[in-house]
Every structure is written in C-alpha cells, then in structure tokens.
C-alpha cells in the first residue's frame, strides 16, 4: 500500500496542473447542484419558519360569490377570531395625474391578520383596524402616479385618502402585484364605491384563527358543506404546499439542468483521464516488468483518479457558495417571505458526494484496460498500442452508471417515471450529439479537402489518430444546446406576445360591462375613434350533473377522473350565433339558434375540445348546469378548437340564441388601441363615466409576464450556463493534453518553413471547425427541440430568428476559438531546438 | 553451453515454441528452442530483425507465456506461476534493461531506480539507490527527470534500476541501441562491471558481435530456431 501511495504521489507530482486541469471537469455540475439543494434547503426551512404568517391565520374560506345566509351560520358555529376579505380587480382613478389603471382592490376587516404583520411605510395603517376612507397602495402606483401620503384616489364613487405604501403582507410575493399593483381598503368603505353588484366577479374570503376545532378536523367533518357550496377551505399547510410546490418544482428543474453540468463533467473526466492514462501505459508495462502485478500498477492510478474526484468535487462545493448567495437573489421576489441565505450542510455534503462518485465512476473507464497492459510493451512500443477491451467488465460498469444516472434522475423528479424519461431523453440527445458530429467529421474528411494547405492541414488534425473532436463538439454543443433551448422557447412565447401587441390583434379588454352600459361604451370608444372589435356577454354558471351524474357525487367517487378545478369552477358561458372568432368548429354541428324565445330541454352547447377531453364527453352526452339558481339540462351537439393566445372573447361552453338573454349577464368587449397615451386618456374617460368597467391593457399584462419569466429563464439559464463553462473546460483539457504533440507539429512545420502565423492560423481554422462543427450541431438540435415543445407543450408557433441564429453561432465559434487560441499560447513561437533537444 | 553443475541452471527453456495470430493465419515466431544457462554466466543472442531474439528473451523473462514447452528460471518453472506470481518472482529476482531505456518520466532518477525494491516494501530504499547512482556516475543528477538526462545518463540510470534488487538473472535488450558508440561502449563496460561484482546470471539481446563476443555463451537464431550456439 506505501508502494501504491508514494508512487502515486510521485508520479502524479509533476503533472498535478492537469490532474487538477481534470478535476475541475466536474466543478461547475457540483457547484450547479449543490446551490439548487441550498437554495431548496434554505426555502424549506424559510417555508417552516414562515408556516403560519403565509396565511395570516389558521384557516381560510374563499367562495367566488358572497357568502350566504346559511353559510354565515356555518361560520358562526366554526368560531374562534375571524375577519372578512373580498377582492376583486377593478380601475382605480388617480385625479392628481388625471389617469386611471386596473388594480387588485382588497377590502378588508376583522384581526387581519392574526399572523405575521401587515407592514406599510408609514407603519401602522393596517386598513383592517380602520373604518376611515382610507387607502393602502402597492409602491409601483405610488411611483407611476407621483402619490404622496394624504393624495387622493377614487374607487368607484368614493374617494380614498393615500394612508400609507404597501411593504408586506403576511403570505404574498413583491410579485404578487406585477400583473395588477394591490390597494387595501377597510371592508366597512366597499360598500361606498358601488363597485360591487350582481354577478360581479369577486373572491369572498374568510380568515379564522384560535377557532375551537382544529382547522384540519373542522374541514374534513364538513367536508360536505364545503363541496356542496363550493367553498374552498385551506390551512396553513395548504397554503405552504401551495407556494413550496411551484418553486419545488423550479429547482428539481434546475437540478436537473444542473444534474446536465455534472453528467458532462463526468463525461469530460472520463476523456481527459483516458488521454492521461494513455500515456501511461508504457509506465504500467515498466512497473510490471520491475515485478509490479497489475493490480498494484492500476491501484496506483485509481488512487490518482480518486483524488480528482475529491478535489474537482471540493472545488465544485467552494463555487457553490457564490452561486448560493446568486440563486435567492434571483428569485426572492417571487417569494411571499423573506428568504435568509444559510450554508446547508446536507446540501454541500450530497453535492460533494454525488460529484466525487460522478468523477470516480467515469475515471474508471479509462481504467479498466490498464489491468490488461501486457509488460511486453516495454520491450516492444508497438506491443500492445491498442489493448484488448476488458469488455465483460466495461459493460458491468456501463450499466451500473447508467442504471445510477437513471435512479439519480428519478430521485429529483416528482414522478419516477418523469425522471425515466428525463434519463432518456438526455441519453438520446447526448446519442444524438455524439452520432451527427461523428456524421460531420467524417463528411469534413471526406469532402472538405481545399487547396489551400492552411485549411486542409487544419482539417486534417481534426481527423488525426487519437483526435477529440467528437468528444469536444459533444461537450461544446451539449451546452449549446441547453442553453439555445431555452433562449429559443423564451423567444418564441415572448414573440407570440409581441406579435399579438404589435399587430391589428385587439389589445385592450373591458369587462365587467352591465348590459345598461353597452352603448355608452361604443359611444366612448367611438369619441376616441375606436371601435369595438368583438364583444360577448357572460353569464356565470355552475356544472350540476355529467351525463346524469350529480357533480357532488362525482366529487365524492374515488375513482372520479374529472379534475376538482372543473367541477368547482365558476363557469362564464356565452351565448352567440358562430362559433366565435379565433375557434374552429371540429366535431358536430354548431346550433346558432334554438327555439325562439322559449328553450325546450336539452338545450344544444358547444364545448371546447380540451375541456370536452377533460370532462369525458362526447357529442350527444348530456350536462346539467345550475345558472344562478335555475337548472339546464343541455346536450353537447358541436366541439370547438379555440386559439387562446388570441385576445378573443372565448369561452369553454357557448349556448345557441334565443336561450340564455334573459339571465343576469355582464358583457365582454375588445378593442385595439394605437398607442399608450390612447389607452391611458380612454382608461380615464371610462372611469369617469363607468367606474365598474374594469379595462385590461395587454401591453401590462405582457410585461409583467416578461418580468416573471425573465427572471425564471434568466435563473435557467444561469444553470445551463454551467454545462457551457463544463465544456470550456474540457475544451482546455483536451488542449492541454495535445500540447506536447502541437509543438512537435510545430516545430516540425516551422523547421520546413512554416511561419508563426501560418501556424496560428492552422489552430485558429481548426478550433474554427469545431466550433462551426458544436455551434451547428446544438443549435440544429435546439431548434429541433423548441419547435417539438413549442408545438406540443406551449403550442405557439416559431418563425426562425434567423438574426438571433446566427449570433448564436457566432458565439459558438467565438467561444471555441478563443478558447482554443487562448489554451494554445506559445506553441507556434516554440523554438525548434529546444524542443528536438528535449525531446531526444 | 555448460551442462554440468549440481546447482539448477539459472535458465533452462525446453522445447520454447510461439506463435501469433496474424489476420487468421498462425505465425509462428520461435519453435523448438532449447538451451540452458548456468548461474553467474553471461549468454548473448543474436540473429537478424525479425528472427526472434526479443520474443525469447520476452518468454524466459515471464513477460510473455509461451505456446509450448518451458521455461525454468532458478528451479521455477514460470508457467506454474499466474501473471502476479511471475511479477513477483520477477520483482525478487530479474533485473532488466531496455534499448530504449524505459524510465518512468514521472519520477526523478533517484526514485526510477528505488521502484523494485519500493514495490517489495524494502526499507532504506533512498540510500540505496544513491549508492547505485553514485556507482554509475550520476550522484549528481538524482533529482533530474528522465526529460533532463541525456541518452547514455539515462541507460545509466536503467543499469542502477536493474540491479537495485539485486536480481539473480540480468535481461538486457539491445542495451546499446539507443547510444552511440562512445555513450554504449560506457554503458557495456559498466554493465559488465556490475555483473562481475554481483555475479549476476546475464542473458542480452544485440546486433552487436562485439558485444556479443565479450559474453561467455553467444547462441544464434534464424527464423525462430536456434541454427548456432557457442562457448567463449
């Protein structure tokens, strides 16, 4: 064992740059992994420390229209403190800067809450303890309108007093106001605005604490009630999985982007270990001449590869640390609670290990065939240049890695089965990467061969015995390709939005509009020489029965398939004589009419497709709906494709005229408005005249979904960025490990005449081609990829950002030939006699 | 060759036989060799390239297991022992030199030489290999790289390597080839100097009939078969 340490130790002594050169293959996956573990670990802790202030209370109530008699009596009997919230989004006007805007109103009263704080600047001005006209506002409309404290801002028909700006409420993200900002008001004003009237859209919520039965026992003893009236109860652990599981689901995301870094990294030790253990066959076959067994001779080298994997991985832990502080930076806005930056030991020690057995695991490929070193070779160089594959063994540990990889994917996915396909997909890729590349080397070999002797000595090297070009354009374009993914599918949602903002698409949407106030809407808009594109009325509904089966029964069957989302749900139906605009009729017939005035049972719809899908019905099945009160029996006589990226007033379930126009309905409107300032002046003159129209201006609702997916992709991409740094490394191992026989080239070719520069040229059109090589092959992937999920997963469609295309692999190539220029410094100045001195 | 002693002879191969596969005809590279070497004397082979004189001297050093017949190494038949078995024995008691030298790039000359006795665990190993640079006129270059020595330094250091452990037998093949002949006629005198003072058993390979005649048997191979064998 002292023989095994001390040689090596000694042997790797002098070339303990490149050990180390390989060792840092793995540090960027470690260092990826172990900061999404804290960053999960840190979260979770956060979750339990804030456990009770996410809700403000031990329990919550929320039904989507007011609370009835019979239910106040319910809540009566619940006990303990309670308070009242009812939000709904509505247009606030801000007479100071003459302009209104849609806002989230919350009205509340009670203890409010009765964990955490509500925290305002000025402190203290919790609208809850208050029954003053006052208002609280999120701080982006205290910037956009200039308000100070004491300004006034009018809700409806009453005007409010500015009281103090939103800090902090116990349970919300910053980001929870990005779609629309947050005012609170005391819940004794809201009557005051006349903001609420029937069928008006609007959350009614209950928060109780310290109530005499436990929350979770009291739900699950009136679990009946709570169904049968559509009430959706939740407690502080709901509502903790409810904020955990989104950004759960993030970070398995991003460890899985990570797992990519660590996987490559692995793949980068393997290859730089077998060009390192290549060269030390000839001291494999000397030791076992010296009466070394081979075991001993591979001992020592195991030993060495072990090493790497301890420092690559320590190194990835140490980098860790400044990822850990980025991670929570990135994404704390998303978070209703402060997040502390803490180091996780759990998460630094998994890290450190899964990287260690990554870098060990793939370190014993190259490993295997030096047992099968004969010591012949040490009389004979040419013995033995290829040793026979100790296939049964390599193929054990083949598929113990893979069978790893799998369970490694597994462990960090909801599903064991997304996880399998999550393996698979990446082996194919990687598959994929290795086939094409290998493709286009042998194509480059068998084509490309130009006059210029630059470019053909350049191509050649890049097929020369023991070449790394398909391991390089692996590494180089797996990272392109992750990361081109995502700019790629970023690009095509963002470009569907932009499409929809900059074209003749409506872009501002009013609803909310009594069927009083229809006229005076297109009198308003045609003062500003607007004109209603397209315009539906709703009437809200509630589904009784599929095919004969009552909806609470089938919340009760276990065996139920219908998700809870669709039987809870308040439906806004139609009636209208087309299908609509943006939707395709694709099954059945569309009935326009039915009936005349009066509407005989079953009554003909049209379902959207998906949600035909989803309910598990087909034309002629039979639905009961209870509108407001009155039941419908109705049959599905027609299915719909609905484009919703479209600004269309759509809706899941249409009814034929002559049906519904006597029930209490609100109206839909759209229309395009030409620039901000139209929008804004439009906004106001509708506020004026109807206060509780509310108006959705697309271009807002498009930034805020830029802010929010900006800063997810950014953190994506922040992780794939970690799989491009891998295969830079690599890039620079495998330049290292080429050094010695580029100078001899270059001595050589500098002895027959070559200049410098001739010679840089060489290496710059040779890192050139791997790079045009990586840089085609993942950004051909990606593309392939983006459109397959821009298809089946987003469904938008991508036009080819050809600009976009070319900088990327630009970049690709940039990247490769700096970094092989860069690796490969001083080789063409090499003098010639130096170096046929040293190498006698 | 000598055959009378009551001691085993230190190498005694019967009936040696090789043969390779080449493509998917058999190429057989010896057949039918038989000799033996008494303890403490010196055989050279000869013969042209490609007669086979390294693949023998591969066989009876138990680097390479032959197609048929034997080989005995001090009373120990080789072919008994598996690959481990026969590194050991190798390790207790063969020396080897190599045309091209074969040092380990990695590791200084001081430590070159100490690998056969740090693999056996042998204490002292340092000074030891000092003694043996300094015997061949290199206690000045122990802590060089092979990188920094030059061709005959180098065989030097290969010398002191091979008899650290004190070996029983003595391979050497083409031990001159890589040198010129002011460096090699160092190298052989060094060689022989060494050998006489340790009584070491010496089997080489050479080109060199120079070389060859200052051994005390020469045996001649053509085409993998003994055609000459003689005694000085």
Known sequence: MRFILQTAFRDGRRQSRRLLLCALSIMFGVAALVAVDSFADNLNRALDREAKSLLGADLQITSRSSFTERTELFFNRLGGQQAREIRFASMAYFPGAGKSRLIQLRAIGGGFPFYGEFETEPAGANPAQSDQARIVLDPILMTQYELEIGDSVRLGEKDFEVAAELVSVPGEAAFAGVFAPRAYIPLSQLKATGLIGTGSIAFHRLYAADTPMAPEAFIAENKGYLTDNYLKAETVQDQKEDVGRPLENLNRFLGLVGFVALLLGGVGIAGAAQSYLQQKRDTVAILRCLGSSARTATWIFLLQITVVAVVGSGCGVVLSLLCQAALPVLLAPLLPFPMEFALSWPSLITGFLYGAATAFIFGLFPLLPLRKISPLRALRASYDENPARDKGATRILAVVTAGLLVLFCMSRTEAWWQGGIFAVALGLVLLLLWGIAALLKRLLKRFFNPRNYLLRQAAANLHRPNNRTVFLTVSLGMGTFLIYTLVLIQTGLLQQTDIAAQSDEPNLLFFDVQPDQLKGLHSTLEDYKLEVLEEAPVVTMRLAAVKGTKVSAIKRDPDNSIDDWILNREWRSSYRGQPGPAAEVIEGDYVSEWNGDGFEEPVPISLEADMARDLGVVIGDRLRFDIQGIPMEVVVSSLRRIDWTELRPNFFATFPLGVLEGAPQWWIAVTRSPDNETTADLQSALFEEFPNISAVDLNVVINALQSVFGRINFAVQFMGLFTAATGVIILINALATSRQSRIRESVMLRTIGASASQIRRIMAIEYGLIGVIAGVVGIGLALVAASALGTWVFKVEFSLPVLQILSAFGLVVAVALVTGLTGSRGIATHPPLAILRRES | ?232
């Open chain 2, 1 to 232: 060759m000598q055959t009378s002693s009551q001691n085993p002879p230190a190498v005694n191969v019967s009936g040696l036989k090789k043969t390779y596969l080449s493509g998917e005809s058999e190429l057989t590279v010896l057949e039918g060799v038989d000799f033996r070497l008494e303890a403490g004397r010196s055989l050279a082979i000869v013969g042209p390239s490609g007669s086979g004189k390294t693949t023998l001297l591969g066989l009876c050093a138990g680097l390479d297991t032959p197609s048929a017949g034997s080989v005995e190494l001090l009373g120990t038949r080789l072919e008994e022992l598996d690959e481990d078995g026969r590194a050991d024995f190798r390790g207790r008691q063969v020396g080897f030199v190599f045309q091209d030298f074969q040092l380990i790039p990695t590791l200084t000359a001081l430590e070159n030489v100490a690998v056969p006795i740090d693999l056996r665990g042998v204490p002292d190993s340092a000074a030891r290999a000092r003694k043996l640079l300094e015997e061949v006129g290199l206690g000045n270059r122990l802590g060089h790289y092979p990188i920094q020595l030059s061709g005959g330094e180098k065989q030097r250091v290969a010398l002191a390597r091979a008899f650290i452990n004190e070996p029983a037998i003595l391979f050497a093949d083409e031990p001159t080839g890589n040198l010129d002949g002011s460096n090699g006629g160092h190298v052989i005198d060094l060689l022989f100097e060494l050998n006489a003072q340790r009584q070491t058993t010496l089997m080489l390979v050479t080109h060199d009939l120079g070389l060859a005649a200052k051994c005390d048997e020469q045996l001649s191979l053509e085409n993998g078969r003994i055609v000459a064998n003689a005694t000085a």
